[in-house]
């Protein structure tokens, strides 16, 4: 069964440091999210992307994010400069066009 | 804008029992609603899912829910659980099947022996 795969699982990095978590969308999937979860938290939209541009973003989604798909497969969020209130399980998910979303199993982040 | 609003943080029910997790909703337009579950230490995956037609909606591992407009609630139950249903369970709408989801706090279903 296709699946949305996520790397690294779990990243340490100091503050102040770029981090770039990586994501492979289920291949004929359109619609790209990213969503994160501070421990013990609801989870949180970020950003939706189609067509090669961002469709929607959230206020979290601020200067410091980025991201990008930068060939066929490929979802990646970027965090420029990392601060300690971004530690927390960032999930890519993906869809087709009318179809659930289906998530990945997540990537820790921890800002120390 | 639509959100969600998950009555209890925490439900604890014995082994076999049966659970009803709540949730509401409020939105201005017709939405599309869903209960994902989350497993210790593992990503979402949906439980089951309404978009339209019949408002009794079965899902997966035994759970369903029911979609009621004049209530905007969202419920989901199951008859009998299994220590295997230990997880937490997160509600959540969108305003179309191409818009993102919008998830609920959750609520952590605690299964007592």
């Known amino acids: 069964e296709p699946e949305v795969t996520q790397t690294p699982s779990h990243q340490v990095t100091q503050m102040g440091q770029e981090v770039i978590l990586r994501c492979v969308p289920i291949?004929?999937?359109?619609?790209f999210y990213w969503y994160r979860q501070i421990l013990g938290q609801k989870v949180e939209f970020l950003v939706s992307?189609?067509?090669?541009?961002?469709?929607?973003k959230s206020e979290i989604f601020d200067d410091q994010f980025s991201v990008e798909r930068p060939d066929g497969s490929n979802f990646t969020l970027k965090i420029r400069s990392t601060k300690l209130e971004d530690s927390a399980m960032y999930f890519c998910?993906?869809?087709?066009?009318?179809?659930?979303?289906?998530f990945g199993e997540g990537s820790r982040l921890t800002v120390l | 804008a639509q959100s969600v609003t998950q009555l209890d943080s925490q439900v604890p029910v014995f082994e076999e029992a049966p659970v009803e997790l709540r949730c509401n909703y409020s939105?201005?337009?017709?939405?599309?609603l869903f209960w994902y579950v989350q497993y210790p230490n593992q990503g979402l995956q949906l439980l089951l899912k309404?978009?339209?037609?019949?408002?009794l909606v079965k899902g997966i591992n035994g759970f369903e829910a029911e979609f009621n407009k004049s209530q905007t609630s969202f419920h989901l139950r199951k008859p009998s659980v299994h220590i295997s249903d230990t997880a937490e369970y997160f509600c959540?709408?969108?305003?179309?099947?191409?818009?993102?989801?919008?998830f609920g706090k959750g609520t952590r279903l605690h299964i007592l022996p």
């Open positions: 309404y978009l339209s037609g019949s408002t």
């Open positions: 992307f189609y067509n090669n541009e961002i469709s929607e």
């Open positions: 939105s201005s337009v017709s939405v599309y």
């Open positions: 998910a993906s869809r087709k066009v009318g179809g659930e979303l289906f």
């Open positions: 291949s004929n999937h359109l619609y």
């Open positions: 959540a709408v969108s305003r179309s099947g191409d818009d993102k989801i919008i």
